[in-house]
C-alpha cells in the first residue's frame, strides 16, 4: 500500500491516505502522480505528497500536523520546543545542547535551555 499526505495550502499535513499499489502503475513503473490524479478524482483536492511508511524516502513518514519541506523534499515533524533547531540531515529537531551520554535519564528543561538530570523516585 501506498500512502499520501494531504497538503494545506502552508505544506501542513492535514491527513493521511492509503492507496493500493496498482493504482500507482504506469507501464509498470510506479507513479507518484498517478496516485496524486486516483486521489484528486475522489476527493476533488490537489494537494497530495507520497509519503513512505518506513521512512525510505522524504526522510519521515508524514504524520497529522507533519510539515512538507521542498527544499528538503522531507515530512518535519512538528517543533517540540521553540529552542530547538532542525537537523536538515535528519530532518529532525534537536535540542541546542547535547544531551549527556552518562547513563543518567534528563529531561529538557526549556527554560534553562538545559538538559536536567531526572531524580530518583
Known amino acids: 500500500m501506498a500512502h499520501f499526505a494531504k497538503l494545506d495550502e502552508s505544506n501542513k499535513v492535514i491527513a493521511v491516505h492509503v492507496v ?8 509498470g513503473v510506479e507513479s507518484e502522480q498517478a496516485g496524486i490524479d486516483f486521489l484528486y478524482s475522489l476527493h476533488g483536492y ?3 505528497k507520497q509519503t513512505s511508511y518506513n521512512g525510505s524516502f522524504r ?3 508524514a504524520g497529522i500536523d507533519y510539515t512538507y519541506n521542498e527544499e528538503l523534499d ?3 515533524p512538528p517543533k517540540i520546543f521553540n529552542s530547538w533547531i532542525l537537523d536538515t540531515n535528519l530532518a529532525q529537531w ?5 544531551m549527556p551520554d552518562d547513563g543518567k535519564i534528563y529531561y529538557w528543561n526549556e527554560e534553562s535551555i538545559s538538559w536536567v538530570e531526572r ?3
Open 46 to 48: 490537489n494537494l497530495w
Open 74 to 76: 522531507a515530512f518535519i
Open 94 to 98: 534537536k535540542a541546542p545542547v547535547d
Open 119 to 121: 531524580s530518583g523516585e
Open 59 to 61: 526522510k519521515n513518514y
Open 20 to 27: 493500493n499499489n496498482d493504482v500507482l502503475l504506469v507501464d
